[in-house]
């Protein structure tokens, strides 16, 4: 598995096989693959109904209502604060759309 050049020992090179060139060139696809498994996978979730403490974390929380209470939510290390943060986040991005798609 050598090549000896000019008393230099060198790895001999080796060409890439028809599948692993296959898998390189098909990333978009296997990517695709994933989504479509994982989606598969959550569907039956998605229009699940609110349990626990979620109508208070996410509809009554007045901190994740705006971007500037993230110091104030990560303040209270009890209750959860990346949860918090990224419902913050969300909301953010997202403003009142936000609220819809979580119902």
Same mark, same amino acid.
Request: proline share 3%; charged share 20%; aromatic share 16%.
């Given at each position: 598995?050598?090549?000896?050049r000019?008393?230099?020992?060198f790895p001999?090179q080796?060409?890439?096989? *028809?599948?692993? %060139?296959h898998?390189e060139?098909?990333?978009?696809?296997?990517l695709?693959?994933?989504a479509v498994l &994982?989606t598969? =996978?959550?569907?039956?979730?998605?229009?699940n109904s609110f349990?626990?403490?979620?109508?208070?974390?996410?509809?009554?929380?007045?901190?994740? *209502?705006?971007? %500037?209470?993230l110091?104030?939510?990560?303040s209270?290390?009890?209750?959860?604060?990346?949860?918090? &943060?990224?419902? =913050?986040?969300?909301?953010y991005?997202?403003?009142?759309?936000?609220?819809?798609?979580?119902?």
């Amino acid at each position: 598995m050598y090549l000896k050049r000019k008393g230099v020992l060198f790895p001999k090179q080796v060409k890439m096989g *028809k599948i692993y %060139r296959h898998l390189e060139t098909n990333k978009i696809l296997h990517l695709l693959i994933i989504a479509v498994l &994982a989606t598969t =996978a959550y569907h039956n979730s998605f229009y699940n109904s609110f349990h626990f403490d979620d109508r208070y974390t996410i509809l009554e929380d007045a901190a994740i *209502k705006s971007i %500037r209470n993230l110091p104030l939510i990560f303040s209270d290390i009890f209750s959860r604060p990346l949860l918090r &943060a990224t419902f =913050a986040i969300n909301y953010y991005l997202g403003g009142s759309m936000f609220l819809a798609i979580t119902f």
